[in-house]
């Protein structure tokens, strides 16, 4: 049972647009949900995270929605950067007693064209 | 200020043939995390550790073993490997439960290929 799920494998986009990558979520445990970039042969790194007691989250180029009642988060990057092709996972904890593990989406590979 | 290290970085086996894959993080975290990234499957975890001394099961913990030598260092082994564990595989750290501290750090990764 795939409790995160990121539904398109894939997006394009050109530079200078805005770039939207989009996650669903099953379990009403979750409380808190990250954005990992990851580029080819390099491990997934950090990008923003948000509190299910927010409901928007900026740093710089990167928002990241959350709609709790949709069980719904994205990823807007504004504007997309050829630098910023690469695979988005979003990933979901469950405070509490969970010891920070994750739950994973299975990643959107986005590229962005000059 | 080198993060989370992982060796190696590639590996050939045979099938039934064992390893152990190394980690070590530098940043004086308490939890610390193994992953297997399968394409189009995300990363699923295979085995944590929420601090030194302890250690639980994850997702996918069959065929796996694991060691948390201490605070820095945290071991994957596979005992008899099969073609099913050919995947790349990840560890992570983080530095405590609570305040925010929800960020987990990740190593390059180790692609192993079970033949």
């Known amino acids: 049972d795939q409790q995160v799920k990121q539904n398109s494998p894939s997006l394009s986009v050109q530079e200078g647009r805005i770039s939207i990558l989009n996650c669903d979520y099953t379990?009403?445990?979750?409380?808190?949900f990250l954005w990992y970039k990851k580029y080819p042969a390099e491990g997934p790194t950090f990008l923003i995270s948000?509190?299910?007691?927010?409901d928007k989250n900026e740093d710089g180029r990167f928002t990241v929605f959350l709609n709790k009642s949709a069980k719904h988060l994205s990823l807007h990057i504004v504007p997309s950067q050829p630098g910023d092709s690469a695979v988005y996972f979003c990933?979901?904890?469950?405070?509490?007693?969970?010891?920070?593990?994750?739950?994973f989406g299975q990643g959107t590979i986005l590229t962005v064209h000059p | 200020n080198a993060g989370v290290t992982q060796t190696p970085k590639f590996q050939v086996l045979k099938t039934g043939q064992s390893m152990t894959l190394q980690c070590a993080q530098d940043?004086?975290?308490?939890?610390m995390y193994w992953y297997r990234q399968d394409p189009g499957m995300g990363l699923r975890l295979i085995y944590y550790?929420?601090?030194?001394?302890?250690?639980d099961k994850g997702e996918v913990p069959n065929g796996y073993n694991v060691s948390r030598l201490n605070k820095r260092e945290f071991s994957l082994r596979l005992e008899s490997a099969a073609p099913s564990q050919t995947s790349v595989y990840f560890c992570?750290?983080?530095?405590?439960?609570?305040?925010?501290?929800?960020?987990?750090?990740f190593g390059a990764g180790t692609r192993l290929s079970v033949l």
């Open positions: 990933a979901a904890l469950a405070g509490g007693t969970s010891y920070g593990k994750l739950t």
């Open positions: 550790s929420a601090s030194e001394g302890t250690t």
């Open positions: 948000i509190s299910s007691i927010k």
């Open positions: 379990n009403s445990m979750f409380d808190y």
């Open positions: 992570a750290s983080r530095l405590r439960q609570g305040l925010g501290e929800n960020i987990q750090y």
């Open positions: 940043m004086n975290h308490n939890s």
